[in-house]
């Protein structure tokens, strides 16, 4: 059965009963292996255990299919139920697992499989989807958006912590999109703001190093001040530095979406000021004075130009045999122009 994305979290944790085989697979590494290791751990508590746990390497399998049901069918040499557990599968298992699951033994055995991002026509994954209640593939895909807030958020929480809204703005702009990475760096942050509650942006910056964060807000103000030379300067420099073109452009796109909600309150009557301070999350304060200056010099049409500009940049560089550097750096100038 395919386990859907709302339910995911509570199955790894604690997975129907009649589940024998299942398959976390997805592009986000750190996401696989921790749910991997969730799901193994509701079999059994010690991952290393000899006497009731193996970890067959998914080459060795691919060449000996029968030595996955020959694990799966092993009685636990110290009672409590056994764990099979293979990471960094692919579709080479198939056959091992198409011969098992035609067949699965009567044991209280867990199989458990670590993969990659493997596609809709992935034998594997469809062996897992279409095999009943006995079998589960679960996706682990990079999350962003408001999704990717909330799991920061529920990190940091975990952690007995509370991050401001600007605060959990430059986590999700800059922190590792893998998840074992992602909490690494959080509990960095944790260190370093033991003792308190609430973490600030600041503290964030400090803890971290801005990691670009604090160039890629300059990059996003420069673009908004009308300041060509500059951006051409911060974007060379972060694409210098393998910081992601769609980052740059997304960044820069979020910055010009809050001042067009600013300018329609300003259009309805508010001061530029106050239609500033109405934006939620709250503007950063040293960015505050900056951006009604920029809401001053921007109308709702240049906005809207802008955007769709910066839209259709991103989809050039990703379907354009153009450098998407070259594309990225052009566009985020032509706009600051």
């Keep these: 059965m395919k386990i859907a ?6 199955f790894v944790k604690s997975p129907d009963a009649a589940l024998r085989v299942a398959l976390v697979y997805g592009p986000d590494a750190g996401l696989v292996r921790e749910r991997g290791l969730l799901l193994a751990r509701t079999a059994c508590e010690t991952a290393d255990d000899p006497f009731r746990v193996a970890t067959p390497a998914p080459g060795t399998v691919a060449e000996d299919p029968a030595l996955l049901m020959d694990e799966m069918a092993a009685q636990s040499l110290s009672g409590g139920r056994r764990l099979v557990h293979i990471q960094g599968a692919g579709d080479g298992l198939a056959l091992a697992l198409t011969n098992l699951l035609a067949n699965l033994p009567g044991t209280d055995t867990l199989l458990v499989i670590e993969a990659g991002d493997l596609g809709k026509n992935s034998k594997l994954r469809k062996l897992c989807e279409g095999g009943g209640s006995e079998t589960a593939a679960i996706a682990c895909y990079t999350e962003d958006g408001p999704a990717r807030r909330r ?10 912590f509370e991050a401001d809204g600007d605060a959990l703005d430059l986590l999700a702009e800059t922190a590792p999109a893998d998840r074992m ?7 960095k942050l944790s260190i370093y703001a033991m003792g308190r509650q609430k973490i ?6 400090e803890a971290l190093g801005d990691g670009g964060a604090a160039e890629l807000d300059a990059l996003a ?3 908004g001040a009308g300041a060509p030379g500059e951006v051409a300067r911060l974007a060379q420099r972060l694409l210098s530095e393998n910081m992601s073109f769609v980052m740059l452009l997304r960044t820069v796109q979020r910055h010009l979406l809050r001042l067009q909600l600013a300018r329609a309150a300003l259009d309805s009557g508010r001061t530029a000021t106050d239609a500033i301070k109405s934006l939620r999350p709250p503007v950063f304060w040293k960015h505050e004075t900056p951006m009604v200056r920029q809401l001053q010099r921007w109308s709702a049409e240049r906005l809207a130009r802008a955007l769709v500009h910066l839209a259709e940049a991103e989809a050039q560089c990703k379907s354009t045999g153009i450098p998407a550097e070259t594309v990225c750096a052009q566009a985020l100038v032509t706009v600051a122009r």
């Design 5 to 10: 994305p709302a339910r995911t979290d509570s």
């Design 151 to 160: 799991t920061i958020a529920t990190l940091l929480r975990e952690q007995g």
């Design 200 to 205: 600030s942006r600041a503290d964030v910056a």
């Design 181 to 187: 990475a992602l909490k690494s760096e959080l509990e």
């Design 221 to 223: 103000m420069a673009v």
